[in-house]
Nanobody, 119 residues
Framework: QVQVVESGGGLVQAGGSLRLSCAAS????????IVWYRQAPGKQRELVAG???????NYADSVKGRFTISRDNAKNTVYLQMNSLKPEDTAVYYC?????????????WGQGTQVTVSS
């Protein structure tokens, strides 16, 4: 059974920083792409940042230059370093791991972690 757990959310003032972590555990063959999403109240879930197995990254325009995604394959963990936070970054942040358990990849989601940025 595969579990994905996010951590690191909290309350921060505008201009501050937070680092989110997302760890996968269980029995599986490999982790492929990993993506951070967020969902603010009353809004659709949106992609924030992604990283593939080769370390190639992509970001939403709204976070470019402020957020950095990275992964530690030895720890099966992905990080999202968030700097210069703005009130509009307030949302529940979710990570999605694409994981190969036996032979086929499947998506596994964490439970989400709340990020609140006060003005």
């Amino acid at each position: 059974q595969v579990q994905v757990v996010e951590s690191g959310g909290g309350l921060v003032q505008a201009g501050g920083s937070l680092r989110l972590s997302c760890a996968a555990s269980g029995t599986f063959s490999s982790i492929l792409d990993i993506v951070w999403y967020r969902q603010a109240p009353g809004k659709q879930r949106e992609l924030v940042a992604g990283i593939d197995t080769g370390g190639k990254t992509n970001y939403a325009d709204s976070v470019k230059g402020r957020f950095t995604i990275s992964r530690d394959n030895a720890k099966n963990t992905v990080y999202l370093q968030m700097n210069s936070l703005k009130p509009e970054d307030t949302a529940v942040y979710y990570c999605r791991h694409t994981i190969v358990v036996l032979t086929l990849p499947d998506d596994y989601w964490g439970q989400g972690t709340q990020v609140t940025v006060s003005s």
